[in-house]
């Protein structure tokens, strides 16, 4: 094996030209496909990461009618039990109590619908870092009866840090739950429909106005390793009454981005099979010339007793090492490249930014830098590699010595 890798080296080399050309060429398709790749799975996993961290968590405890139907009275009791049992589960990175409603926020005569959330100060901010997301005034604590709203929602109200606003809603058993606070910060967030129509108020005192004391809209559960939701899952539904609540994972309450996620992947593997189609179609010609130009020696080489299997062989290994040579250049030069921009995000343009917006994403572009990928795109060269050498290596088993050596072929 080690004479043939060396005569397969040797055989690369006697046309320099050629050999530079293809090498070239592969080179800068699997720096493309590469780069391609790496923003498309890095700008998944940003959206998923964004979903799953901002809204649903990993796993949410929630009534078992409160996902389909977002009221109130499918709202659930939060016992003590359940917070020990969370407190003490090594698996979690943290876990979020919310409350969420909807209601009127009014000011003056500009009124508009939003989102009401109540929250943990410390553990949203943990969840969003939301304190460093405040552009006026300042961040909430536990014991605070004011809210934070959004850069858009204080514009459209036309008030700012210190002027009051009145919330109206219906609170738990269909009560009326109305009360004025006073504005303490205003927030910029990069999802549009924070920054539209989604009110903080501290977790008590959002319980205090829809008279909800004791009681919970959802827990949401962000774990330190995404493999164990199904066993998170598992472990709560035995530590929960499942005739009323239950444990949701995120895949059922993130179908939409999954949706949109599977479409694009489609879409872009598409691209990328197009772009290896040309790689293949380069190395089949560089292939196919090498073959054709030395058939006569081929020939000759069958004629004094040797194998056409062999000269398969070594065929096959002049285009596996010249497609690997260029694929491990590819990967080598995109490297670098790819890390860089995993720790600098790209910032997508102002034009196209509030697109971003309206899908509740940030607008960056983040890469992924998991070695999957990458080395998936260096096997997929060396097949498309002996793909290519299919052609050739047919011709080569169908060569008529006789008339090459005659020089009548």
Not at 85 to 112: C, E, I, K, M, Y
Not at 338 to 347: G, M
Request: some cysteine; proline content about 4%.
């Amino acid at each position: 094996m080690k004479r043939k890798i060396i005569l397969a080296w040797r055989n690369l080399w006697r046309n320099k030209k050629r050999t530079y050309i293809t090498l070239a060429s592969v080179t800068f398709a699997v720096v493309i496909a590469t780069m391609m790749r790496g923003l498309q799975l890095g700008t998944y996993d940003k959206m998923l990461d964004d979903a799953i961290t901002s809204t649903t968590g990993h796993v949410a405890l929630m009534d078992k009618l409160y996902w389909d139907d977002k009221t109130l009275l499918n709202s659930m009791e939060f016992p003590p039990n359940l917070e020990e049992v969370l407190r003490a589960d090594p698996n979690l990175d943290f876990w979020v109590p919310q409350l969420f409603s909807g209601a009127l926020v009014s000011s003056g005569q500009h009124t508009r619908g939003v989102l009401v959330q109540g929250v943990d100060p410390q553990v949203q901010d943990r969840q969003i870092n939301l304190s460093e997301k405040i552009i006026e005034g300042s961040y909430l604590s536990d014991e605070d009866e004011a809210v934070l709203i959004g850069k858009e929602l204080s514009l459209f109200l036309r008030i700012g840090v210190g002027d009051t606003i009145v919330l109206l809603g219906q609170g738990y058993m269909g009560v009326t739950a109305a009360a004025k606070y006073p504005i303490k910060g205003i927030y910029d967030h990069p999802m549009a429909e924070f920054n539209k129509r989604l009110v903080f108020l501290p977790l008590a005192t959002a319980q205090y106005l829809f008279f909800m004391e004791g009681r919970l809209t959802n827990v949401n559960l962000v774990l330190k390793d995404n493999e164990e939701v199904s066993n998170t899952q598992t472990y709560y539904q035995s530590k929960m009454d499942t005739t009323l609540l239950e444990a949701r994972g995120w895949r059922t309450m993130n179908k939409e981005i999954l949706s949109g996620i599977e479409s694009d992947n489609f879409f872009g593997k598409i691209m990328i099979g197009i772009l290896y189609m040309v790689i293949g179609f380069g190395l089949f010609g560089t292939i196919l010339m090498m073959t054709m130009e030395r058939k006569k020696e081929f020939s000759i080489m069958i004629a004094i007793g040797m194998r056409r299997t062999k000269l398969l062989t070594q065929v096959i290994l002049e285009s596996i090492m010249i497609a690997g040579i260029g694929a491990l250049a590819g990967l080598i030069i995109s490297f670098p490249a790819v890390y860089f921009y995993y720790l600098n995000p790209i910032p997508v343009p102002e034009e196209s930014a509030d697109m971003y917006r309206q899908m509740n994403m940030e607008p960056i572009l983040q890469i992924s830098i998991k070695p999957g990928y990458m080395v998936l795109q260096f096997a997929v060269v060396l097949c498309v590699s002996i793909v290519a050498s299919v052609i050739p290596l047919n011709n080569i088993m169908k060569f008529n010595i006789v008339d090459i050596i005659r020089g009548r072929q």
